[in-house]
């Protein structure tokens, strides 16, 4: 042992006594730092020399006396006392029992027995330090532990919480998460239409059914001071590190309330609110019962981290969700209103026709003429009235075609010849090219729509030229083409060509809710073709649709 | 076609006045002969008094009784299931629906005249 770890302060206000014992300890081998006579010397002395133990005696001549001298050194030097006493009565011992000595020395002493007290006092005293620093080093790993667990649980909740939109889901896969690694319990909390209702509850040991109890019996009103609402009010965390049975009294409706919470066996409990946007719309909520553990300010912080990913993820979620609704929403409208304005197209369209027969019967040029326009406008309108339900299904994936034996070449033929009017309008004319006869298996009434979108858009802009429409058979495949030698397409256009509604896409797309070449393009892809665009501004422009014989098999 | 029904009487059963009257317009124009019915159930009435048609228009959305109740009714009467019916509908599956009603055809409203007449012509001949 050093010298350090043996020297030894001396607290006797006797002389003889104090010289007696200075002897002896040096004959001990002992090295006396001091020896004092009063309570406040004692305690300067011990802070200026540190010694590794105090021989103090209890009777002190001054204000302070030994105990009160011993109680200072003990809290605030951590160094062993021994008290040296002649007598003392009971009220005295007991006041300095609590002041945690190493041990008492009677006076007169004895040297032997001194000695053994003294190495008693200061074994312990080690051995007590070695503890505290094995406790310390054990406690620095724990929260080492616990910090790398509380990372990886956020690293994985954080995966879980962006990975889905279905929000009950993974705020399972969450709880799920969080026990029984950081907690004993895991509860949410959210708001919906009805109010604050608890949607995910997991316990360690299985037994969510009596949370689920009372959390259904006992919803927490404003007036609880703990817990969910508590914390959904305020918007801050709440850390109730011991929960003590005040805590549950303040927490439960009525007695049998309280008697629930008490089965639970709550300890610790950490709240923390889930806010988007400065709204509270939950709470999730981390709870100890079985498990030997604590906790602490960190430990809300980590929650208050997780508590963030799970509001954006169920932020996200709902969003999502509202967004679908709008878009099933514009959907079941567009449905609706394709529906609705076809029924007085119905009779529209059937008595203009009807009328235009009677016209013709008259003869009077101009009036058939003018009718005529307005039988096409009536077809026009119908158009329209289509696409809109084509959007509507479109969106909704379920526009189908029906697949029937068709003769293409036939088809083409068909078109060309409806378009031969508006061709001789726009001081154009038709070129077809076909084989006598191309059957295969497509929408018959689908492809003609395809048609008749390229070919229309065609003579809009074909400058007085010629349109090609051809149609050939290649190797298994089949190619269809509609080419014109007018004023093209601007590069920039081309890439957003068979885009929707654009604001600026091509004025190929316009005159038809901008949907022509769009809803084109689906309908030759649900084919199980393909269509390319290939444009010279001010010099042509080209559409090849490439399908297959059959599309039965594409779908 | 139904033999015992004398060829050229039609029955369009439609909700819409509108679409009703002109296509009973068009087709007493034709040369047909015209029932009418509002819904499902007058049709039913009309087919029980005994004169059928020799091919039925049967408007799907009606209110009382609609085109799939008044079909599955009529293919349930030994007497009226025999008369073929065409579907008059609004919706993108016409087809289906036709396929599914076991219907001889379908028109897709709005529908031109020209089909109208070829599918009446294919069940009831030409009109007089």
């Known amino acids: 042992m050093t010298a350090a770890a043996r020297s030894i302060l001396v607290v006797e206000d006797e002389n003889v006594v104090s010289m007696d014992l200075r002897a002896s300890l040096e004959r001990l081998g002992y090295t006396v730092t001091a020896c004092v006579g009063t309570g406040r010397q004692a305690i300067d002395s011990a802070e200026s020399d540190r010694p590794a133990l105090v021989l103090m005696d209890i009777h002190l001549r001054g204000n302070m006396d030994g105990i009160e001298a011993a109680?200072?050194?003990?809290?605030?030097?951590?160094?062993?006392?021994?008290?040296?006493?002649?007598?003392?009565?009971?009220?005295?011992?007991?006041?300095?029992?609590?002041?945690?000595?190493?041990?008492?020395?009677?006076?007169?002493?004895?040297?032997?027995?001194?000695?053994?007290?003294?190495?008693?006092?200061?074994?312990?005293?080690?051995?007590?330090?070695?503890?505290?620093?094995?406790l310390t080093e054990q406690a620095a790993r724990a929260a080492v532990e616990k910090e790398r667990q509380w990372l990886q649980f956020l690293a994985r909740a954080g995966e879980r919480l962006s990975a889905s939109l279905d929000l009950k889901v993974t705020l399972q896969e969450v709880a799920a998460l969080a026990v029984p690694g950081l907690a004993d319990w895991a509860v949410v909390h959210l708001r919906d239409e009805e109010g604050v209702r608890p949607i995910v509850v997991r316990h360690v040991g299985g037994r969510e059914a009596l949370v689920w109890e009372i959390l259904r019996r006992y919803p927490a009103g404003a007036q609880v001071p703990h817990?969910?609402?508590?914390?959904?009010?305020?918007?801050?965390?709440?850390?109730?590190?011991?929960?003590?049975?005040?805590?549950?009294?303040?927490?439960?409706?009525?007695?049998?309330?309280?008697?629930?919470?008490?089965?639970?066996?709550?300890?610790?409990?950490?709240?923390?609110?889930?806010?988007?946007?400065?709204?509270?719309?939950?709470?999730?909520?981390?709870?100890?019962?079985?498990?030997?553990?604590?906790?602490?300010?960190?430990?809300?912080?980590?929650?208050?981290?997780?508590?963030?990913?799970?509001?954006?993820?169920i932020d996200n979620a709902r969003l999502y969700e509202?967004?679908?609704?709008?878009?099933?929403?514009?959907?079941?409208?567009?449905?609706?209103?394709?529906?609705e304005l076809r029924t007085p197209l119905t009779s529209l369209v059937l008595a203009l026709q009807s009328i235009e027969r009677s016209l013709a019967r008259l003869g009077d040029e101009k009036i058939v003429t003018k009718f005529a326009r307005i039988v096409q406008q009536s077809g026009r309108l119908t158009e329209l009235v289509e696409r809109l339900l084509d959007v509507s299904?479109?969106?909704?994936?379920?526009?189908?075609?029906?697949?029937?034996?068709?003769?293409?070449?036939?088809?083409?033929?068909?078109?060309?010849?409806?378009f031969e009017e508006e061709a001789r309008r726009a001081g154009s004319v038709i070129q077809v090219s076909t084989p006598p006869a191309l059957i295969g298996w497509w929408d018959r009434v689908r492809l003609e729509q395809v048609l008749t979108n390229l070919v229309g858009n065609a003579l809009k802009f074909c400058a007085g030229k010629p349109v090609e429409l051809t149609v050939d058979e290649r190797g298994g495949r089949v190619i269809l083409a509609v080419r014109d030698q007018g004023i093209g397409i601007p590069k920039a256009t081309i890439s957003r060509l068979f885009e929707r509604f654009g604001r600026?896409?091509?004025?190929?797309?316009?005159?038809?809710?901008?949907?022509?070449?769009?809803?084109?393009?689906?309908?030759?892809?649900?084919?199980?073709?393909?269509?390319?665009?290939?444009?010279?501004?001010?010099?042509?422009?080209?559409?090849?649709?490439?399908?297959?014989?059959?599309?039965?098999?594409?779908? | 076609m139904n033999t015992s029904a004398p060829a050229g009487r039609v029955l369009v059963v439609e909700d819409d006045r509108a679409i009703r009257d002109e296509i009973a317009d068009l087709l007493h124009e034709r040369g047909y002969q015209?029932?009418?019915?509002?819904?499902?159930?007058?049709?039913?009435?009309?087919?029980?008094?005994?004169?059928?048609?020799?091919?039925?228009?049967?408007?799907?959305?009606?209110?009382?009784?609609?085109?799939?109740?008044?079909?599955?009714?009529?293919?349930?009467?030994?007497?009226?299931?025999?008369?073929?019916?065409?579907?008059?509908?609004?919706?993108?599956?016409?087809?289906?629906?036709?396929?599914?009603?076991?219907?001889?055809?379908?028109?897709?409203?709005?529908?031109?005249?020209?089909?109208?007449?070829?599918?009446?012509?294919?069940?009831?001949?030409?009109?007089?």
């Not at chain 1, 609402?229 to 009525?254: G, Y």
């Not at chain 1, 299904?393 to 409806?418: H, M, Y």
């Open chain 2, 34 to 128: 015209v029932m009418q019915a509002e819904h499902g159930q007058q049709a039913l009435d009309q087919l029980q008094t005994g004169e059928l048609p020799c091919v039925i228009l049967l408007d799907l959305m009606m209110p009382i009784m609609d085109g799939w109740v008044f079909r599955t009714a009529q293919l349930r009467s030994p007497q009226i299931a025999e008369v073929p019916v065409v579907v008059l509908t609004g919706g993108g599956d016409a087809a289906v629906q036709a396929r599914n009603l076991g219907a001889a055809g379908y028109l897709r409203k709005p529908f031109q005249v020209e089909a109208l007449f070829r599918i009446i012509e294919g069940h009831c001949g030409p009109g007089s």
């Open chain 1, 227 to 313: 817990g969910y609402s508590h914390v959904m009010r305020t918007q801050q965390p709440e850390l109730l590190p011991h929960i003590t049975d005040e805590v549950l009294v303040a927490s439960a409706l009525d007695d049998e309330a309280l008697r629930l919470l008490r089965t639970l066996g709550l300890r610790a409990q950490i709240c923390v609110p889930l806010v988007v946007r400065g709204e509270a719309f939950g709470a999730l909520t981390l709870a100890i019962s079985d498990s030997n553990r604590n906790y602490g300010p960190g430990d809300v912080d980590h929650a208050m981290e997780l508590a963030r990913r799970c509001a954006s993820a």
């Open chain 1, 71 to 134: 109680d200072h050194i003990r809290r605030k030097l951590d160094l062993p006392v021994i008290y040296l006493t002649a007598f003392s009565d009971d009220a005295t011992l007991k006041r300095a029992q609590i002041t945690e000595p190493f041990g008492y020395i009677l006076k007169p002493f004895d040297e032997r027995e001194l000695h053994v007290i003294i190495e008693m006092a200061l074994f312990r005293h080690g051995a007590q330090k070695e503890h505290e620093k094995l």
């Open chain 1, 393 to 418: 299904r479109l969106s909704a994936g379920n526009l189908d075609i029906e697949v029937q034996e068709t003769d293409l070449a036939q088809l083409v033929q068909d078109v060309a010849a409806r």
């Open chain 1, 322 to 339: 509202e967004a679908q609704q709008a878009v099933a929403l514009r959907d079941e409208f567009l449905s609706v209103a394709s529906h």
């Open chain 1, 504 to 555: 600026g896409v091509s004025m190929r797309n316009y005159g038809g809710l901008g949907l022509g070449l769009y809803v084109t393009r689906q309908l030759v892809e649900t084919h199980g073709g393909r269509i390319q665009v290939e444009s010279q501004p001010g010099e042509r422009t080209s559409f090849v649709v490439d399908l297959p014989r059959d599309s039965r098999k594409s779908r």
